[in-house]
């Protein structure tokens, strides 16, 4: 009798385990996975999968994609204070898009950031504190996987959405969207770190152009490029150039580091110096950021901009009139508490 009970369990179960297979088989799905294999050469061998799905397979993907956007807002309200204050309120929209294909001896990285930022004051009108557009685009190639530098050749775009005052002058704009406008290409060496939290590029043949793509600030001489000239009467014999261009040493390096938990640091610097134009003259661009951590959608963000470059030349307001002054270092500080939200 026991035999017979065991017989017809075991007859019953033959078709679960079929179904079972036939599932596992069928919801097999391939995320992307490699392979170490090892060829009849001895050679190590990356070998892509595919997996199979119910009705196709997967490709492999060498892509990896992120994105991220935030605003940040500060504020100080006043009503009948009677230590007396200016209320104002700040915002700053921004943004981070990155691409990044990464297969064998390869590596080409490519990044987008946009900011944009306005102040109100109580009786002032609306002010731009931040504004600035950047796009990076590096490609590398090394000899085995072995190493971490790269033979690279980079491209970067800088320019901004809209235009620039010295304010309370809101009449002369003394900046505008491609005036100025700068573009570096070149080649040389890169080092990327495994975990991507360290960047560190040299390049000794990188040309910068500098673009002045408004006619008035380029007879004015802004931002380094040939001005026009006149004649003793004051009349216009030749209009200023509206480009510059140089061959210089370029260094860039890219740091980020969790130093504290929650608390994120991220530091970019950019180093450039022109071979024919005063050698040894260092164009220097630092911006640090940290961010504090509070959730997934809500951080606090604290940074700090430095620029010095000899070719802009700083301007004030003196008497109702406008005045050009000679380069000076350039410092932008900023906190803000924001959303970011990452996809």
Same mark, same amino acid.
């Given at each position: 009798?026991?035999?017979?009970?065991?017989?017809?369990?075991?007859? #019953?179960?033959?078709?679960?385990?079929?179904?079972?297979?036939?599932?596992?088989? *069928?919801?097999?799905?391939?995320?992307?996975?490699?392979?170490?294999?090892?060829?009849?050469?001895?050679?190590?061998?990356?070998?892509?999968?595919?997996?199979?799905?119910?009705?196709?397979?997967?490709?492999?993907?060498?892509?990896? *994609?992120?994105?991220?956007?935030?605003?940040?807002?500060?504020?100080?309200?006043?009503?009948?204070?009677?230590?007396?204050?200016?209320?104002?309120?700040?915002?700053?929209?921004?943004?981070?898009?990155?691409?990044?294909?990464?297969?064998?001896?390869?590596?080409?990285?490519?990044?987008?950031?946009?900011?944009?930022?306005?102040?109100?004051?109580?009786?002032?009108?609306?002010?731009?504190?931040?504004?600035?557009?950047?796009?990076?685009?590096?490609?590398?190639?090394?000899?085995?996987?072995?190493?971490?530098?790269?033979?690279?050749?980079?491209?970067?775009? *800088?320019?901004?959405?809209?235009?620039?005052?010295?304010?309370?002058?809101?009449?002369?704009?003394?900046?505008?969207?491609?005036?100025?406008?700068?573009?570096?290409?070149?080649?040389?060496?890169?080092?990327?770190?495994?975990?991507?939290?360290?960047?560190?590029?040299?390049?000794?043949?990188?040309?910068?152009?500098?673009?002045?793509?408004?006619?008035? #600030?380029?007879?004015?001489?802004?931002?380094?490029?040939?001005?026009?000239?006149?004649?003793?009467?004051?009349?216009?014999?030749?209009?200023?150039?509206?480009?510059?261009?140089?061959?210089?040493?370029? %260094?860039? $390096?890219?740091?980020?580091?969790?130093?504290?938990? $929650?608390?994120?640091?991220?530091?970019?610097?950019?180093?450039?110096?022109?071979?024919?134009?005063?050698?040894?003259?260092?164009? %220097?661009?630092?911006?640090?950021?940290?961010?504090?951590?509070? $959730?997934?959608?809500?951080?606090?963000?604290?940074?700090?901009?430095?620029?010095?470059?000899?070719?802009?030349?700083?301007?004030?307001?003196?008497?109702? *009139?406008?005045?050009?002054?000679?380069?000076?270092?350039?410092?932008?500080?900023?906190?803000?508490?924001?959303?970011?939200?990452?996809?």
């Amino acid at each position: 009798m026991k035999s017979r009970v065991y017989l017809i369990l075991f007859i #019953l179960t033959i078709p679960l385990c079929g179904f079972a297979q036939d599932t596992i088989q *069928n919801n097999y799905v391939n995320a992307l996975q490699t392979v170490n294999t090892l060829t009849k050469t001895h050679k190590l061998t990356r070998i892509p999968l595919r997996i199979r799905t119910k009705t196709h397979l997967l490709p492999f993907s060498y892509w990896t *994609n992120k994105n991220s956007l935030g605003f940040d807002i500060s504020e100080v309200a006043f009503v009948n204070w009677s230590a007396g204050g200016t209320s104002s309120i700040s915002g700053l929209l921004k943004g981070k898009f990155l691409r990044n294909y990464a297969r064998d001896n390869y590596n080409w990285s490519n990044e987008l950031i946009f900011r944009y930022g306005l102040n109100k004051q109580d009786g002032i009108e609306v002010r731009k504190t931040e504004d600035a557009i950047q796009l990076n685009s590096t490609f590398g190639y090394r000899k085995d996987t072995l190493s971490n530098w790269f033979h690279s050749a980079k491209f970067n775009f *800088n320019t901004q959405f809209t235009n620039g005052f010295a304010y309370p002058n809101t009449e002369i704009a003394i900046s505008k969207p491609f005036a100025p406008a700068y573009i570096f290409m070149g080649i040389g060496a890169e080092y990327i770190d495994p975990d991507k939290k360290k960047n560190l590029y040299i390049s000794p043949f990188t040309f910068k152009t500098t673009l002045v793509l408004d006619q008035r #600030l380029a007879n004015q001489g802004a931002f380094g490029v040939v001005k026009a000239t006149y004649d003793a009467d004051g009349n216009l014999l030749t209009e200023g150039e509206t480009y510059k261009m140089e061959l210089g040493f370029l %260094v860039t $390096n890219k740091y980020k580091k969790e130093i504290y938990k $929650n608390v994120n640091l991220e530091n970019r610097l950019t180093l450039y110096s022109d071979y024919i134009n005063r050698f040894g003259n260092i164009d %220097v661009e630092c911006d640090l950021q940290v961010q504090l951590v509070v $959730n997934q959608y809500v951080k606090a963000n604290i940074g700090a901009h430095v620029i010095y470059d000899d070719d802009i030349k700083s301007k004030r307001e003196i008497d109702g *009139n406008q005045v050009t002054e000679g380069p000076k270092i350039q410092l932008r500080q900023a906190i803000g508490v924001g959303i970011e939200y990452a996809f």
